[in-house]
Structure formats: structure tokens, C-alpha cells
């Protein structure tokens, strides 16, 4: 099992920048893969980015490619999604996700997850 605490939301100007932390708890970090979801208010939660164990393999929403990058550093059991660009639409509460196997964009595929965090962008 692996548990997740998420740090780095916070209230920006759109074309704003902003890095999300997700620190998991465990010495098996390095197996799983590692991905970022959101959710808007009144929406369902989707897919923002993902990244497999060896950090080699990753996949983003077209919504978010080109501005939104994902790492991992493993000795730290540690994800990042560093935000660029932000836009008012990026607004949600965003979560991180965990789990074994190769990346995947579907939220029920994920049974491991954060507290959430709030990242809110002001036109």
C-alpha cells in the first residue's frame, strides 16, 4: 500500500505558474506509476497527466500538453507537476494518483490517492 500527501496549491493569475507535490509514504514508490488528475466544480474528475515508474513514460491531456510537465524523483518517493501557462479552465481541486502497472488516463484504474489540492486561476 502506499499513501499520498499532496502539497503546492494555491490562488495565481492566468499565465501564472505553479508546482504541485505529491510525497508517498513507503519503500516501493519507485514501482508505481505515479499520475495527476482534477476536478472542476459540478464536473467529473479527469485526467491531467501521468508517469510510470522508471520516468521514462509519459502522457498528459491535449488540454494541458506543451504547459504541464510531470517528474518523479524516486529517492525522494516524490511526483511533480510543474504548471506553466495556467489558464482561468485549469481551476479544480487536483489530486495524485498511484498505481501498478503502465500509465493509464482512467480514474478507476488508480486505487491509491491524495488528499486533494486547490489550485485556482484568476482571469
Known amino acids: 500500500q502506499v499513501q499520498l500527501v499532496q502539497s503546492g496549491g494555491a490562488l495565481v493569475q492566468a499565465g501564472g505558474s505553479l508546482r504541485l507535490s505529491c510525497r508517498a509514504s513507503g519503500r516501493t514508490f519507485s514501482s508505481y506509476t505515479m499520475a495527476w488528475f482534477r476536478q472542476a466544480p459540478g464536473k467529473e474528475r479527469e485526467f491531467v497527466s501521468a508517469i510510470d515508474w522508471s520516468g521514462l513514460n509519459t502522457d498528459a491531456a491535449d488540454s494541458v500538453k506543451g504547459r504541464f510537465t510531470i517528474s518523479r524523483v524516486n529517492v525522494e518517493n516524490t511526483v511533480y507537476l510543474q504548471m506553466n501557462s495556467l489558464k482561468p479552465e485549469d481551476t479544480g481541486l487536483y489530486y495524485c494518483?498511484?498505481?501498478?502497472?503502465?500509465?493509464?488516463?482512467?480514474?478507476?484504474?488508480?486505487?491509491?490517492w491524495g488528499q486533494g489540492t486547490q489550485v485556482t486561476v484568476s482571469s
Open positions: 494518483a498511484a498505481r501498478l502497472g503502465t500509465t493509464s488516463p482512467e480514474v478507476a484504474r488508480y486505487p491509491y
